[in-house]
């Protein structure tokens, strides 16, 4: 069964900022890119960044310049620093390994973690 517990999740008000954590196994951590997907009510979950072990990042267009990916290599975590969130930054935000043409590694997801975005 594959590890990925995130949390950090919440309510905040517009403009408000959240750190979400993934925390997942030291096998998938030392090997993989990991990355960040969030889904929406009603709409198909999207990628949201990505970190690679080099420490490269890459961002989407959405969430470019508001959100910042990093890793914690001893703790074997990912987190996902948001800011200046927004109300259709809602959705339940998840992770996984990242595959090398950019894909979700796992079709097992963990439980994800819940953000809302509203005054």
């Known amino acids: 069964q594959v590890q990925l517990v995130e949390s950090g999740g919440g309510l905040v008000q517009p403009g408000g900022s959240l750190r979400l954590s993934c925390a997942t196994s030291r096998s998938i951590f030392s090997t993989y890119a990991m990355g960040w997907f969030r889904q929406a009510p009603g709409k198909e979950r999207d990628w949201v960044a990505t970190s690679f072990r080099g420490g490269e990042t890459n961002y989407a267009d959405s969430v470019k310049g508001r959100f910042t990916i990093s890793r914690d290599n001893a703790k074997n975590t990912v987190y996902l620093q948001m800011n200046s969130l927004k109300p259709e930054d809602t959705a339940v935000y998840y992770c996984?390994?990242?595959?090398?043409?950019?894909?979700?590694?796992?079709?097992?997801w963990g439980q994800g973690t819940q953000v809302t975005v509203s005054s």
């Open positions: 996984n390994a990242m595959t090398v043409s950019g894909k979700p590694l796992f079709r097992s």
